[in-house]
């Protein structure tokens, strides 16, 4: 079989319900296990086998050993363990906090922001935390990829889905590349409240999430540009340290906040997420204004609450109550994914969110090529 890359295109190709979703997984991970017998590429069917896996972060139920949840699962529980073995389905286990995938038309707009800046031709990009490889599967042809996977069956399937490319299956804490790397870094980074141990690039012990916004920007070479999709804990947070570590390199070319549910359909998550995207600062370049807006500790401002209808109050970054017309949806408080009275974003109907998306991301990034600050 002579090795291809997947054309993944913008339409979601997981299947919906969460029974199909792991009926797709178990088959694409019984076919990584052929493929890895037979030592062969997979052919084009395989590969469209393989592109239904979407992780575990929107089944955990399959991993669950209580009697009532096995009475429904427990066909899928025993499959998994007779595939992986005890070790592999722990592994495995630990991967739902965070295995969330992207959108392929959400991915498709953020290439087109960073091919708009000015992303040239032969560049390498930085994927962290590839997964699968969405962003890897909708690159510019002129692209080459370096996608960095630390949960191992996710890492084989982009393997068999772009053999073209450089998938690495490690954590990103490791030290494999010096900084100034990259023209470029773009991804869906993991979110959690726990913080890798990276001495060279997390010594201040930020958040997953943070720490690969920041390493990633320390990757980059000064000049290029890191687009990433990260929870709105990133923005949100009370306490500013972490966002100082992260514009301590960048500046903020541009914030876009998604609505409540925008990855439903592909992740199965409906945790409220931001599109960010940074410059990696020139040596010796002041920060921009947008960017210590950004930098500065939440503040509050009004929202609608989801039961009542009243108005009440909520914490935002300074940025987002600057440019409310960036945040695509309406402000309410209500139960979310992560706190009982979580900032939610009420969609706004009749135009595609990836489209929604557009209108604010083309002007953001013709400001910036208008101010010198495209990629270089």
Request: hydrophobic share 40%; aromatic share 8%; with cysteine.
């Amino acid at each position: 079989v002579e090795a291809q890359d997947f054309l993944l295109g913008t339409e979601v190709l997981v299947p919906s319900g969460a029974k199909a979703r792991a009926r797709a997984n178990i088959a694409a991970l019984r076919l990584v296990q052929h493929l890895e017998q037979q030592q062969r590429p997979a052919t084009a069917d395989e590969q469209a086998v393989l592109a239904q896996w979407s992780g575990w972060g929107a089944i955990p139920e399959v991993f669950d050993n209580r009697a009532r949840i096995l009475a429904q699962w427990g066909d899928e529980h025993a499959e998994l363990r007779d595939l992986l073995g005890d070790k592999g389905f722990a592994q495995a286990r630990q991967t739902t906090l965070n295995a969330h995938y992207t959108d392929p038309a959400i991915v498709s707009e953020l290439w087109r922001a960073v091919q708009r800046a000015g992303l040239p031709e032969g560049a390498v990009v930085l994927e962290p935390g590839c997964g699968a490889g969405h962003f890897v599967g909708t690159a510019p042809g002129s692209v080459r990829m370096v996608g960095v996977e630390i949960e191992p069956i996710s890492a084989k399937i982009a393997h068999y889905l772009y053999p073209s490319q450089q998938i690495r299956n490690h954590g990103f804490e490791r030290n494999f590349a010096p900084e100034d790397t990259f023209t470029a870094a773009i991804g869906n980074v993991p979110f959690g409240k726990f913080a890798p141990v990276d001495p060279i690039h997390n010594a201040d012990g930020l958040s997953i999430h943070n720490h690969f916004i920041a390493k990633s920007l320390a990757l980059t070479a000064p000049g290029g540009y890191v687009a990433v999709v990260t929870s709105m804990f990133t923005s949100d947070a009370r306490r500013a340290d972490e966002r100082a570590a992260i514009v301590a390199k960048g500046d903020l070319i541009g914030a876009v906040r998604l609505p409540t549910g925008a990855f439903e359909r592909q992740a199965g998550t409906d945790v409220v997420t931001d599109v960010l995207i940074f410059r990696r600062r020139d040596d010796g370049a002041e920060p921009t204004d947008d960017t210590l807006e950004w930098a500065q500790p939440a503040v509050q401002v009004e929202a609608v609450d989801a039961k009542t209808g009243e108005t009440t109050h909520t914490w935002i970054n300074p940025y987002f109550a600057k440019y409310p017309e960036r945040v695509l949806g309406t402000l309410t408080v209500g139960n979310g994914m992560y706190a009982g009275s979580s900032l939610r974003v009420a969609p706004t109907t009749g135009r595609p969110l990836a489209e929604q998306l557009r209108t604010q991301l083309d002007p953001l990034i013709d400001q910036a090529l208008g101010r010198g600050l495209g990629i270089t």
